[in-house]
């Protein structure tokens, strides 16, 4: 089998640790785009001077020039900016939508066969776009949300519990943003409710209603906790891990059931937008939609956040995109 051909547009902090952990990992050849001159070949051959230690011996290549990205089987977008503290990943729209649409434009010249895994934000607006500039078919691109998202809400349940968090399965719904939808009713230790675990703790259901609600609230604020402590940036570390849980899904046709940003034909009363939900991730991209049925609590909510990446995208078309 030949190794897959992986690049990664925007060098930053999540094209940096997506490089180390896909060579690492030996997951295919690496070609690291930017467009600062010099900074991806740094990058580049920092990580590969590792080899040696960590014994991989894929290819990894710095560039600024698109060239060669071609022929690339998997396309990972993390070129734009990050957020600054008191910033809302919407605020981003204009500058990224910006980076979005040069980038988009060199992907369907240079690499238009590849699988997109966008991780740029606001991002349900940047799949939107990516989808729109390309006309890749929408199985073939995916944007990185709610792994992330259900990974933040599966790690603070772990600590509230005191339990591994390998044992939890917590999934979150909708738009990367405020308005995201921790599905509570499904969260589960090994295949306990989380709210029986937390009911038994407190003795009392008032309590362990308050404190999901607190679990639930820093789930939806956790990329800003982060952006509040680094001041510089924004998180880096878990994305890159969450994108590289999906590439792994493409590249060995794993069928995994993964929250992904995917395009919805009617799914969950959604018809033409890329919202939040669970999808079989395979060689093919996203291969299928997983449907279950919502309460009309969790409808409602996820409405809600369907409204808000409808207004981004509105905002965002406004503004000539
Ligand atoms: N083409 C390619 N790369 C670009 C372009 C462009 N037109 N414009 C900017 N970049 C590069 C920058 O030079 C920078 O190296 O994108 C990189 C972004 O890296 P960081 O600023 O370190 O940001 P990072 O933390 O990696 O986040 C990237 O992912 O989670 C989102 O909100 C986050 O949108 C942001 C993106």
């Known amino acids: 089998m030949s190794r897959k051909k992986i690049a990664i547009i925007g060098g930053g ?15 295919g050849d690496v070609v690291l785009f930017d467009i600062v001159q010099d900074m991806p070949q740094g990058k580049t051959l920092d990580i590969a001077e590792a080899a040696r230690v960590d014994l991989f011996d894929v290819n990894i290549k710095g560039t600024n020039d698109y060239q060669d990205i071609s022929g690339a089987d998997i396309i990972i977008i993390t070129a734009g900016l990050p957020r600054k503290p ?3 990943r919407d605020d981003l729209l204009t500058t990224n ?10 992907i369907k010249k240079f690499a238009p066969n590849s699988i997109a895994i966008i991780i740029s934000n606001p991002l349900d607006a940047m799949v939107t776009l990516f989808t729109k500039v390309t006309g890749f078919p929408t199985n073939r691109v995916v944007g990185q949300a709610g792994i992330l998202d259900s990974s933040r809400f599966a790690t603070f349940i772990a ?3 005191g339990v591994s968090v390998k044992d939890i399965n917590a999934l979150v719904l909708g738009g990367h943003g405020d308005t995201m939808v921790p599905i509570v009713r499904y969260a589960n230790v090994n295949g306990i409710p989380v709210m029986e675990l937390l009911e038994k703790k407190y003795n009392d259901k008032t309590k362990a209603k308050e404190v999901m609600t607190a679990l639930v609230e820093r789930t939806k604020q956790a990329g800003g906790e982060v952006v509040k402590l680094l001041k510089t940036g924004s998180a880096f570390y878990s994305p890159s891990s969450s994108a590289i849980a999906m590439t792994e ?13 995917a395009y919805l034909n009617g799914e969950y009363g959604v018809k033409g937008y890329f919202v939040g939900v669970p999808a079989v991730l395979g060689a093919n991209g996203v291969e299928k939609i997983i449907e ?8 409602s909510l996820l409405n809600n956040s369907v409204n808000a990446v409808k207004s981004l995208v509105v905002d965002m078309e406004r503004l000539g995109f």
């Open 86 to 88: 008191g910033m809302s």
């Open 159 to 161: 600590w509230e519990l």
């Open 292 to 299: 279950f049925a919502l309460n009309e609590e969790e409808q």
């Open 13 to 27: 902090q999540i094209g940096g640790v997506l490089t180390q952990l896909i060579a690492q990992k030996q997951l």
């Open 97 to 106: 939508a910006q980076i979005m649409k040069t980038v988009a434009e060199n």
């Open 249 to 261: 899904a493409i590249i060995y046709d794993e069928k995994r059931v993964l929250p992904v940003c």
